[in-house]
């Protein structure tokens, strides 16, 4: 028997789905290796239990963290799939501001007013904070990055057909810039984040010229006191810094006081 | 070493990372977390007791895993493999007739003949009954080279006790041979039928019948029970040269490359994993 | 042996011959800064000015980031056949400086101790090298002159320097030989006056220098086990591995195994680099880390180069000076400042 193989999108681009569709060239060894029974990007379903549901996208709504726990109670296996399944990506940026400040930013103070008064809208207020998947059920593996590296799905799903368990990084993405024999971003005038983020990606931002803005999370143990020194030591200042951190992990070395610089 | 040396003048070793395929013979559970392999290899391993072999399941993944059977001449190998990570979970799900990679025997092992006429006393901790075997089983079989043998084996529970049956028979041996004194004890019962002692491994240590100056220890368990334990047997006044150690660390070659199993300057995979406890007991890493 | 005094054109235009025989490794800038040793073609820049350590240092090119140790595929018998994987191209590494030469011959020594490693040393039993010597220092991280490697040439075939606008040409060995034989290099008239023009010409003193005589220092470190010299310079470390992925003497290794999805039957097994930096490099199955704290990762590292593997291969010391490990961390950790501060550390408290 194939495992029954699933895919649930939640708040997300459902880029990562994308990715995944994009591995052309192994996606038809991959699809004999499994049997994809909901796929929102290319098939639609239902099944009553899943061998291994893939999670896209964080948990902002109560409605969608009740759909999770009752994916989680018919799945053996659940993978979180991609930076905002993992660690809540950039929308968790909303985290750091008063929910109504939020909606005055984005609908304006009018409509602000009225979702605060109108109970119509009161299910909105259920959305209080962005989380990661982890932070509502159990989960097995974590596919990491925005979006997912192909070749780490591609392990995950082999290793689950094989029944081991699979290998994912747990070092900087220093590691794979040294591979690559780049020339460290902090030579080419600009500061990285790549001292304190999970490796796997195989750099591969640096390599084809940007830096590293963390999308994979933070290492185990990073030491954010030292990265801290080290962008104020390179002029930034604590707006960039906290900007920096938040994009798409969540930091908060500089702490909550005086933190008010976001944009 | 030859500093002199240069590279064209040294014959590579072509086979050092490949392994030789053996094929499952047996695969019994052995306890909660532990299973027992019985392998068939192309050729007899030809190894010392507390060496240790890679063993790896292709596609999978390699890892260091002792040897649990006294030297023989056939051409097989036993092992025990506890469900420790992602191999040693495979392995617990292959089944006769499958096949698994293995290079060695590697490491130092430990030296019999230099025992002999000694009394042995081992000193087993849980899963370290595994390696410990591959000593016992030569020293029984040749007990009159040892003016005697004493086996002191403990682990948590009951559910976790190896080689139960074999054990047992050692114990028989030992009731009708003054020679021999097989001890067996666990941490606690857990309300399990037990027909041992409960207590740690130090305990018998306290007034256990010996001779200092004519007995040799081996030691295989965890590294605080090392600690504990050599305390003890400094107090009933042994020496450390008389103590020998079985050591774990992370191997990914066996053949004194890869760095990881570094001891201080010491590579456990090469000058270990048994030590004469002298020769360690100033690093600092050793016990850790 | 034989030696020659050639012009640059000449050096240059020699090179890119050789280049065309077999793959030749030389120092060259590749759109972002900072030196690889890449392979030389028509479009390559042979320059011999303005040297900086290359990113990673040529003994890499022994032991790649990434290589297969074999391929396996399992027979309609159910028998695995195991297929080795071994790289016997040949290859020219040239443009090595002192310290990466030396760095060469101190993986030499680990890889053919005890049990000889295959896959670099039938890379390296095809590797010429081919020398450049530095007569000012590269930049202000370099000390190989305080570890002994300025004056290292000892294992390169052929060996240039640079000295008044030409370069003199050493042939050391018989495959060095064979790469100027048909090349009509005119010979040095005078070697040894020439060799005494270089001594002159060499910058005094070369590089960094120790705060004590370099026979002490394996002592010093040895003596040292809890300083606080230890905690010190890892208060900035992110155990990011940078120091041991571009140390010319680093070589660990991790191992894993892969199988291809389009036939589950088949695979290789990989080795790869590895750094004792790294979190988890001494944690076994079962999770139980023998070095989990960063200090005693650096302790480690540092004890490697000063005191461990120098006692095992006989040397004065593992670290070759290079200074890539200090110029490459971000968070401006040196090796030579940690030794220092050893040293200071001994003197305070002997």
């Not at chain 1, 602000?112 to 809208?121: A, G």
């Not at chain 1, 780490?152 to 368990?165: D, R």
Request: glycine share 8%; net charge neutral.
């Amino acid at each position: 028997m194939k495992p029954k193989v699933a895919f649930f999108d939640f708040a997300s681009c459902e880029g990562c789905q994308l990715a995944v569709l994009n591995c052309e060239d192994i996606l038809l060894d991959l699809l004999a290796l499994v049997d994809i029974v909901e796929f929102r990007e290319a098939i639609t379903g239902t099944a009553p239990y899943y061998d291994v549901a893939f999670i896209e996208g964080s948990i902002n709504r109560e409605q969608d963290a009740e759909r999770l726990r009752d994916i989680r109670a018919r799945s053996a296996v659940l993978v979180a799939m991609g930076a905002c399944a993992c660690i809540g990506n950039v929308q968790a940026r909303s985290n750091f501001i008063a929910p109504a400040e939020n909606f005055k930013r984005v609908y304006g103070s009018e409509e602000r007013n009225q979702v605060q008064s109108d109970p119509e809208f009161w299910p909105l207020w259920a959305h209080t904070r962005v989380r990661a998947v982890r932070e509502v059920v159990k989960v097995d593996y974590e596919l990491r990055g925005c979006p997912l590296v192909p070749e780490e799905f591609v392990h995950l799903v082999k290793s689950l057909v094989a029944g081991t368990i699979p290998r994912f990084a747990a070092h900087a993405v220093c590691v794979e810039c040294k591979m690559h024999e780049n020339t460290c971003v902090f030579d080419r005038g600009d500061t990285c984040m790549g001292q304190i983020t999970r490796g796997g990606c195989q750099a591969i931002c640096i390599t084809n010229g940007y830096r590293c803005d963390g999308c994979r999370g933070l290492v185990p143990n990073a030491n954010m006191a030292a990265h801290l020194g080290l962008l104020q030591s390179k002029g930034l200042d604590n707006r960039e810094i906290a900007n920096r951190y938040r994009l798409f992990c969540s930091a908060e070395p500089l702490g909550r006081v005086g933190r008010s610089g976001h944009e | 070493m030859n500093a002199s040396v240069t590279p064209s003048t040294v014959v590579p070793d072509a086979d050092l990372y490949l392994p030789r395929m053996a094929r499952i013979l047996e695969i019994l559970p052995m306890s909660a977390r532990e299973k027992f392999l019985r392998l068939e290899l192309p050729a007899p391993l030809g190894h010392r007791p507390g060496q240790f072999v890679m063993l790896s399941c292709l596609g999978i993944g390699e890892a260091p895993i002792s040897i649990s059977c006294g030297p023989r001449t056939d051409n097989i190998l036993e092992v025990v493999i506890r469900d420790a990570g992602s191999l040693t979970h495979h392995i617990h799900g292959l089944k006769p007739g499958q096949y698994l990679g293995v290079r060695g025997p590697f490491g130092s092992g430990f030296d019999l003949e230099a025992w002999s006429g000694q009394h042995l006393l081992c000193v087993v901790g849980g899963l370290g009954l595994a390696p410990m075997r591959s000593l016992i089983q030569p020293v029984l079989a040749n007990l009159e080279s040892f003016s005697g043998f004493t086996l002191i084996s403990g682990c948590r529970t009951p559910a976790e006790e190896l080689y139960r049956e074999e054990v047992r028979g050692w114990e028989q041996l030992a009731q009708g041979n003054s020679k021999v004194r097989v001890i067996r004890l666990v941490d606690r019962t857990d309300n399990q039928p037990w027909d041992g002692r409960v207590g740690l491994v130090t305990a018998p240590l306290h007034t256990l019948e010996m001779d200092p100056a004519n007995t040799v220890v081996a030691m295989c368990g965890p590294p605080v029970m090392y600690k504990f334990v050599i305390l003890e047997l400094k107090a009933r006044g042994l020496g450390d040269a008389q103590i020998h150690v079985d050591l774990e660390r992370r191997m990914k070659c066996g053949v004194g490359k890869c760095g990881h199993c570094q001891i201080n300057h010491v590579y456990c995979c090469q000058e270990g994993p048994v030590f004469r406890f002298d020769r360690i007991a100033h690093l600092a890493e050793a016990l850790q | 042996m034989t030696a020659f005094l050639v012009s640059l054109d000449a050096v240059s235009a020699w090179i890119r011959h050789l280049a065309c025989g077999q793959t030749l490794y030389f120092p060259q800038q590749s759109g972002q800064s900072g030196l690889r040793f890449l392979p030389v073609d028509n479009d390559s820049e042979i320059r011999f000015d303005g040297y900086q350590p290359s990113l990673a240092p040529p003994g890499k090119k022994l032991a790649p980031a990434e290589e297969p140790l074999f391929r396996y595929r399992v027979g309609t018998d159910g028998i695995p056949v195991i297929q080795p994987v071994l790289d016997a191209s040949p290859r020219i590494l040239a443009g090595v400086r002192p310290c990466d030469l030396r760095g060469i011959h101190l993986l030499d020594q680990v890889n053919q101790q005890g049990h000889p490693d295959p896959h670099y040393l039938t890379r390296r039993q095809q590797t010429v090298l081919i020398g450049c010597d530095c007569l000012t220092p590269c930049d202000e991280h370099c000390f190989c002159d305080a570890v002994g490697s300025l004056r290292w040439r000892e294992n390169a075939d052929l060996f240039l320097t640079r000295i008044d606008g030409q370069f003199l040409l050493e042939v050391q060995t018989e495959a060095g030989q064979r790469l100027v034989a048909n090349q009509n290099f005119p010979a040095c008239p005078d070697l040894a006056g020439l060799k005494a023009h270089i001594e002159a010409q060499r910058a005094k003193p070369f590089g960094r220098q120790w705060h004590a005589d370099a026979g002490r220092i394996p002592g010093i470190v040895a003596s040292q086990w809890s300083s606080p010299v230890w905690d010190k310079h890892v208060e900035r470390c992110f155990s990011c591995g940078t120091c041991n992925l571009v140390c010319p003497t680093c070589y660990c290794f991790d191992v894993r195994d892969d199988f291809q999805i389009e036939d589950p039957s088949a695979g290789q097994r990989v080795r790869h680099w590895d750094g004792c930096m790294l979190p988890q490099f001494a944690q076994v199955a079962g999770g139980h880390d023998f070095r989990p704290a960063p200090a005693a990762r650096q302790r480690h590292r540092v004890k490697r180069k000063f005191e461990y593997l120098n006692e095992r291969c006989a040397t004065t010391s593992f670290c070759t000076g290079c200074g890539r490990c200090g110029r490459q961390c971000t968070a401006g950790i040196d090796i030579f400042d940690i030794v220092n501060d050893l040293i200071d550390h001994a003197e305070v408290t002997p």
